[in-house]
DNA sequence: GTATTATTGCAACTTATTCGCAATAAAATA
DNA sequence: TATTTTATTGCGAATAAGTTGCAATAATAC
């Protein structure tokens, strides 16, 4: 199951890269120069959660968004469950660097978490 | 726009007051002794969610998940945002008693949370 | 008892995501 | 470089969750 390069792989992780936001399928179609189809598009994101590379987020809508996973601070490690922020007003969702701890009770064990914020972001409020 | 009382809004919000985890569509469908149209159980959700009763939750799986809004505590106060736990294994969401707590950056504004850790279980573990 | 209108069931629709399959094209090999 | 292998792609169809329009039903108010 070796991974190959393709433009399409390419160009959907420039896309991701560049954006300081999370994306969802129709908004990376949306915004690539080159047409992707929509299953591919899929297929691509997930393989990248796969590799570690991107991170999904479900949001309120139901809808899975797509970021890449990076601390700014430290590329290299390995990434930590954070906050999600999504704007109701434009729309998008950004990572925020505040870690999530909550406490569960015993005998619970936490895999993975999923915690977005919704409201009014800066640029919009 | 004033509520009616109706067999099918009695019966929903019984199984759900019974209930200790937040219940989807389709497992309130699967529980209920009487048959009520799918259409419909959506539209009793929401009015409890409109009518603060009920607060609905989003999983990872995409799906919505509808809990009884109380404090184990102090049923009367207002609920507050906090986290939720997903067994994978026996498929359920509950309410933690964690508040969600995240500082946000300067000019956002939080409207609501939706916050879910994902693993598993007491029971199942 | 009658009138008003919230609620329901049904069918159709929308939207997001996935899947099977044949065609294509990276990468490995000769 | 030519050939082989198989990961990747595009297409169309399928699935699944949730919503909506509309006519029929049934709470509630009068």
């Known amino acids: 199951m070796?991974?190959?390069n393709t433009p399409t792989k390419e160009a959907v992780l420039n896309l991701l890269m560049n954006s300081r936001k999370a994306l969802s399928q129709d908004a990376i179609e949306r915004q690539l120069d080159i047409e992707i189809n929509r299953a591919t598009i899929y297929r691509v994101l997930n393989r990248f959660c796969e590799d570690?590379?991107?991170h999904k987020i479900?949001?309120?809508d139901g809808k899975q968004y797509f970021a890449i996973?990076?601390?700014c601070e430290n590329p290299q490690e390995v990434i930590q469950p954070h906050f999600h922020f999504r704007?109701?007003?434009c729309d998008t969702i950004e990572c925020l660097q505040v870690p999530v701890e909550c406490s569960v009770p015993n005998g619970y064990e936490v895999q993975n978490a999923n915690?977005?914020?919704t409201g009014t972001c800066n640029d919009c409020s």
Request: charged share 30%; proline share 0%; aromatic share 0%.
């Open 52 to 54: 570690g590379i991107v």
């Open 2 to 4: 070796n991974r190959r």
């Open 87 to 89: 704007c109701l007003s």
């Open 58 to 60: 479900v949001a309120e």
């Open 69 to 71: 996973c990076k601390k």
């Open 115 to 117: 915690c977005v914020l």
